[in-house]
T-cell receptor, first 116, second 114 residues
């Protein structure tokens, strides 16, 4: 079974509008972290935002916020006031457990295109 | 501050040739290290991770291998490349505090096997 599912292969958004990128996850571990990364065409992976399974509030980082719905096992990324530079691939990822030894498991990604 | 170096940036190799990709981390000690591969337009697949010198865990059986000869050096190798080894290879590191630790990635190596 897929650990991380991103059901939107591609998304379009108008500049200055908000957009939501979907992510659902599957784990039976009570301790886990959820991450979003941005990958522009250059290939670098840029960390955007983190949400821990025990966090009571949704994470926010500037124009990025994470809509964390634990019961639904979803961790959607919301980008407000989209900019042309937001055009990129976006990956949702998860790390399970307390050891910190395990790597992140990534979803298949969503390609976001911001239109002027 | 911590930095991660990965080289080369691009590589074109014939089928059957050997491979060596190197990754080094600066500014931190005893990091967890990772090798990921990304096929074109796809997500990241974990290949190997290491929690210490000489300690390598393999996630996917293949003709690739990894080694960690020094604390902050991680090497990805192959004795004979296959066409299916083509892809974008990313090295990453993280701290050890637990599941909250994010990964920091290198700039990647685009490998084309012809």
């Amino acid at each position: 079974a897929q650990k991380i599912t991103q059901t939107q292969p591609g998304m379009f958004v108008q500049e200055k509008e908000a957009v939501t990128l979907d992510c659902t996850y599957d784990t039976s571990d009570p301790s886990y972290g959820l991450f979003w990364y941005k990958q522009p065409s250059s290939g670098e992976m840029i960390f955007l935002i983190y949400q821990g399974s025990y966090d009571q509030q949704n994470a926010t980082e500037g124009r990025y916020s994470l809509n964390f719905q634990k019961a639904r096992k979803s961790a959607n990324l919301v980008i407000s006031a989209s900019q042309l530079g937001d055009s990129a691939m976006y990956f949702c990822a998860m790390r399970e457990g307390d050891t910190g030894r395990r790597a992140l498991t990534f979803g298949s990604g969503t390609r976001l295109q911001v239109q002027p | 501050s911590q930095t991660i170096h990965q080289w080369p940036a691009t590589l074109v190799q014939p089928v059957g040739s050997p491979l060596s990709l190197e990754c080094t981390v600066e500014g931190t000690s005893n990091p967890n290290l990772y090798w990921y591969r990304q096929a074109a337009g796809r997500g990241l697949q974990l290949l190997f991770y290491s929690v210490g010198i000489g300690q390598i865990s393999s996630e996917v059986p293949q003709n690739l291998s990894a080694s960690r000869p020094q604390d902050r050096q991680f090497i990805l190798s192959s004795k004979k490349l296959l066409l299916s080894d083509s892809g974008f290879y990313l090295c990453a590191w993280s701290g050890r505090r637990g599941f909250t630790e994010k990964l920091f990635f290198g700039s990647g190596t685009q490998l084309s096997v012809l």
